[in-house]
């Protein structure tokens, strides 16, 4: 008989065999992320997931603590694509107009990413019932993403482009700024007033404000 017609052994569940750490993580997650986005939630498990990454729910229990904290690693990697993208723009090199025009085409394109809409949703609807999610995003997001754009005006204040008595707090009011109209859109599940939202237009008239009561007085 033809070793190929000798019976297979089956396969085995758990963590597997081929890839390191990272990548079995990374597997992972994208398993998580499909169920999340699928289920919801409060319909997903962790059952649903290792089913669906066709691991053991001891796999991910060896590097998650519960649903929350992986839903959380989903969010993180999101935010952290987002800075990658972010640290590839050379921001220093650009005057502050065409900077805070770079940031925002960035953030405005990644709320209009589907998943990252979809896990937006999520959040808003289970905030209430799960705060420890809004509390996870709201970390992410500052670490990932307000951090840079705060950088960014810290090194603008040095120079004596900006004038910001709090480049911390002025790079969260910005992207508030930037994303709230989208974010209006995404909870009321507004597809079409999302798609029609003339982005240019938007971000022009935020830099604009921003800008206003950022450029130091006697600047042109």
Known sequence: MLD????????KRGRPRRGTDLARTTALID?????FLREGYGLASIGKVAAEAGVSTRTIYERFKN??????????????RMSTVLATVDLNRLEPRAALMAIARIMI??????DAAALFRIIAAEA??????AAKKRAT???CVDHTVAEYFRDQVRR?????????RAATLFLQMVCSELHESLLFGEDAALAGLDGDSH???????FLLGATPRGAS
Do not use: N
């Not at 190929?4 to 396969?11: D, E, H, T």
């Not at 004596?160 to 480049?167: H, V, Y």
């Not at 971000?203 to 404000?209: E, G, M």
């Open 109 to 114: 394109e990644r709320a209009r990413d589907p």
């Open 160 to 168: 004596g482009a900006l004038s910001l008595a709090d480049p911390d």
């Open 128 to 133: 209430h019932r799960f705060p420890e999610l």
């Open 141 to 143: 997001d500052k670490r």
């Open 203 to 209: 971000l022009q008239h935020v830099i604009d404000i």
């Open 31 to 35: 398993a998580a992320t499909r169920v």
């Open 67 to 80: 649903k929350a904290d992986l839903l959380g690693a989903v969010i993180l990697r999101l935010m952290e």
């Open 4 to 11: 190929s017609q000798l019976p297979q052994p089956a396969a």
